[in-house]
């Protein structure tokens, strides 16, 4: 087994951020800001932050290594499946969810590394100390 340090992990987290910062400085914020402007959206990330506590009945697929069903998402929403698709589709614009289909399903994840950067970004631009 290898062990990694506190202090390599961190490293590891702060090159992928950056990594990621550079290209989403070529990507439009304001799809993000938008992304994060509604609270349906931030219930869906909030939601698949914790995938087994909230969708571990999911049988189809386990929910924490393949991403949430589309259709548990609509069910914990309790709104239509065409409104949380539209819902699913600016979060994955903005890069903070990730939709693998499988035969006739559509599983969604958190991009952890994008939604650091964003916030990241975020904290610099109302930074008061520029």
């Known amino acids: 087994m290898k062990v990694v340090s506190e202090s390599s992990s961190i490293a590891s987290t702060h090159i992928a951020i950056s990594l990621y910062d550079d290209m989403m400085s070529r990507m439009d914020r304001s799809t993000q800001i938008k992304a994060m402007a509604s609270e349906q959206r931030l219930t869906i990330l ?48 903005a890069g903070f969810i990730t939709v693998r289909k499988h ?28």
Request: glycine residues 4%.
């Open 46 to 93: 909030r939601l698949l932050a914790e995938p087994k506590k909230h969708f571990g009945h999911q049988w189809s697929a386990d929910a924490v290594e393949f991403g949430v069903c589309m259709t548990l998402i609509a069910e914990a929403l309790s709104i239509a499946q065409p409104t949380v698709s539209r819902h699913l589709d600016i979060l994955k614009q």
């Open 103 to 130: 035969l006739k399903w559509s599983y969604c994840q958190r991009d952890e590394v994008a939604i650091k950067a964003y916030l990241a970004w975020l904290g610099t631009e109302l930074s008061l100390n520029d």
